[in-house]
């Protein structure tokens, strides 16, 4: 449910379609984002600059915000994200991505790729703003205790499926995916940056002893130790496109309805441009729906 503050903002045809009535299936979603948004090196898409004036436009330019309503099918318990000037602004500004947009986002997919289907059986998500770096710091316990309690809401873990964790590394921190497979006991760790799962010991340990403690809460046989596989993805070339690339990862593992994660092929073009075409035609799209709804 979309609550509103302000005063509403209506649509030019005074109305607006919901996302869930245009569901396509996830291989034409995955691609069309890329085709339908023609954009060049250094320059906004059309669609970027378009829903740009409309959040101009709007009262949440002058303070108002939007509350996005998540049931548990997305992230296990019920959860809401607000949606304000400066979530807007860092997708226009090409800015750092902060919790609200990851939310906000992986929300969409969850709406318009896997609602209703089968898909909601094989991929599950963890709220970032609950599972990160800081909170491990403080009491990695607690932490582990609310990973079990994620996995303890899906039904049968005994099939595979994956559970995609966006973790930052901390305040204005690094994005990066590490998706689970309960039933394989395995770990892919997806990062835009050189470098493995070893940066973030306590990541580590906290996932895996989660892993294992509901196992055993399952009575689930351990039969080998976690596997953590390092995916070769493309990378990033700045130091503020991590959060593009983790919900990129996300959306294309989908799109593909793969448990075992392939390579990921490097293109020198996969740079900001071509992944904010996916996200904007996406991310903004639905950003219009919160804001004109």
Same mark, same amino acid.
Not at 26 to 39: H, R
Not at 153 to 175: E, K, M, R
């Given at each position: 449910?979309?609550?509103?503050?302000?005063?509403?903002?209506?649509t030019k045809?005074?109305?607006?379609?919901?996302?869930?009535?245009?569901?396509?299936?996830?291989?034409?979603?995955?691609?069309k984002?890329?085709?339908?948004?023609p954009?060049?090196?250094?320059t906004?898409?059309?669609?970027?600059?378009r829903?740009?004036?409309?959040?101009e436009?709007?009262?949440?330019?002058?303070?108002?915000?939007?509350?996005v309503?998540?049931?548990?099918?997305?992230?296990?318990i019920a959860?809401?994200?607000?949606?304000?000037?400066e979530?807007?602004?860092q997708?226009?500004e090409?800015?750092?991505?902060g919790?609200a947009v990851?939310h906000?986002?992986?929300?969409?997919?969850?709406?318009?790729?896997m609602?209703?289907?089968?898909?909601?059986?094989?991929? *599950?998500?963890?709220?970032?703003?609950?599972?990160?770096?800081?909170?491990?710091?403080k *009491?990695?316990?607690?932490?582990?205790?609310?990973?079990?309690d994620?996995?303890m809401?899906?039904g049968?873990?005994?099939?595979?499926?994956l559970?995609f964790?966006?973790?930052?590394?901390?305040?204005?921190g690094?994005?990066?995916?590490?998706a689970?497979?309960?039933?394989r006991?395995m770990?892919?760790?997806?990062d835009s940056?050189p470098g493995?799962?070893s940066?973030?010991p306590?990541?580590?340990?906290?996932?895996?002893?989660?892993?294992?403690k509901?196992r055993s809460?399952?009575n689930?046989? *351990?039969?080998k130790?976690?596997?953590?596989?390092r995916?070769?993805?493309p990378?990033?070339? *700045?130091?503020?496109?991590?959060?593009?690339?983790?919900?990129?990862?996300?959306?294309?593992?989908i799109?593909l309805?793969?448990?075992?994660?392939?390579?990921?092929?490097?293109n020198?073009?996969?740079g900001?441009?071509?992944?904010?075409?996916?996200?904007?035609?996406n991310?903004?799209?639905?950003?219009?729906?919160v804001?004109?709804?």
């Amino acid at each position: 449910m979309l609550k509103k503050t302000g005063k509403d903002i209506p649509t030019k045809s005074g109305t607006k379609t919901n996302p869930k009535s245009q569901k396509e299936v996830p291989g034409q979603m995955l691609d069309k984002a890329s085709n339908e948004i023609p954009t060049t090196s250094g320059t906004k898409s059309q669609i970027m600059m378009r829903l740009e004036k409309m959040v101009e436009e709007s009262d949440i330019m002058h303070g108002a915000i939007r509350s996005v309503d998540m049931d548990e099918g997305v992230f296990g318990i019920a959860h809401s994200e607000l949606i304000a000037k400066e979530d807007m602004q860092q997708l226009f500004e090409h800015e750092e991505l902060g919790i609200a947009v990851i939310h906000t986002y992986i929300w969409y997919m969850y709406d318009t790729l896997m609602r209703g289907t089968e898909l909601c059986n094989r991929f *599950n998500f963890i709220a970032a703003s609950r599972i990160n770096t800081t909170f491990i710091t403080k *009491n990695p316990t607690s932490v582990m205790n609310e990973l079990v309690d994620r996995f303890m809401v899906a039904g049968d873990n005994t099939t595979p499926n994956l559970y995609f964790l966006p973790f930052n590394s901390g305040i204005g921190g690094h994005w990066v995916l590490v998706a689970m497979d309960l039933s394989r006991l395995m770990v892919y760790y997806l990062d835009s940056l050189p470098g493995d799962w070893s940066k973030y010991p306590s990541m580590k340990k906290t996932v895996d002893a989660a892993i294992l403690k509901f196992r055993s809460k399952k009575n689930y046989r *351990n039969r080998k130790d976690i596997t953590w596989v390092r995916v070769q993805c493309p990378q990033q070339n *700045n130091l503020i496109d991590c959060g593009f690339f983790v919900l990129r990862f996300m959306r294309d593992i989908i799109a593909l309805n793969r448990i075992d994660i392939p390579k990921m092929e490097r293109n020198n073009n996969l740079g900001f441009i071509l992944i904010l075409s996916d996200i904007s035609s996406n991310l903004l799209l639905n950003h219009e729906y919160v804001l004109f709804s």
